[in-house]
């Protein structure tokens, strides 16, 4: 039964690990993995770049390597602040906007038809589930 359970763990795990790498907006132009589209969220909420690292627990630099992607790609902008040389200023451009507005509307169809087939409660219950193992893990 241990092995059984296991293996079963193991399995799920590496199948939310695939679905966690998917990218938002795969077969188009512009497609957004989970992790640029949550930081652009966070940019867009006016975030600092330390802000959204801690909130994702993610290392700083793994945010600026992040931010230096998403700048290559127009997306955002990195002005360094005036007032303090070592911070930057991190903005969507138009292009980024339009993209995340995209890829937020796609996402919230996908979302809601996955809520009328899991079930609110089902949904919340695996969430409080999901944190329960998150901080046990980690």
Same mark, same amino acid.
């Given at each position: 039964?241990?092995?059984?359970?296991?293996?079963?763990?193991? =399995?799920?795990?590496? &199948?939310?690990?695939?679905?966690?790498? !998917?990218?938002?907006?795969?077969?188009? &132009?512009?497609?957004?993995?989970?992790?640029?589209?949550?930081?652009?969220?966070?940019?867009?909420?006016?975030?600092?770049?330390?802000?959204?690292? /801690?909130?994702?627990? @993610? !290392? =700083?630099?793994?945010?600026?390597?992040?931010?230096? /992607?998403?700048?290559?790609?127009?997306?955002?902008?990195? #002005?360094?602040?005036?007032?303090?040389?070592?911070?930057? #200023?991190? !903005?969507?451009?138009?292009?980024?906007?339009?993209? @995340?507005? #995209?890829?937020?509307?796609?996402?919230?169809? /996908?979302?809601?038809?996955?809520?009328?087939?899991?079930?609110?409660?089902?949904?919340?219950?695996?969430?409080?589930?999901?944190?329960?193992?998150?901080?046990?893990?980690?």
């Amino acid at each position: 039964m241990a092995e059984d359970l296991k293996t079963m763990y193991l =399995k799920t795990i590496f &199948q939310f690990k695939n679905l966690i790498n !998917t990218e938002f907006g795969r077969g188009k &132009q512009r497609v957004l993995s989970l992790t640029d589209l949550l930081i652009m969220q966070g940019i867009a909420d006016r975030q600092s770049s330390a802000a959204i690292a /801690a909130d994702l627990r @993610l !290392t =700083k630099a793994a945010v600026s390597q992040c931010t230096s /992607a998403l700048a290559k790609k127009g997306y955002i902008t990195r #002005t360094i602040d005036p007032d303090n040389r070592r911070n930057l #200023t991190l !903005t969507l451009t138009d292009v980024g906007q339009e993209q @995340l507005a #995209t890829t937020n509307a796609e996402f919230d169809t /996908a979302f809601t038809d996955f809520v009328k087939d899991m079930g609110e409660s089902d949904l919340q219950q695996m969430l409080a589930l999901m944190k329960r193992m998150s901080t046990i893990i980690g």
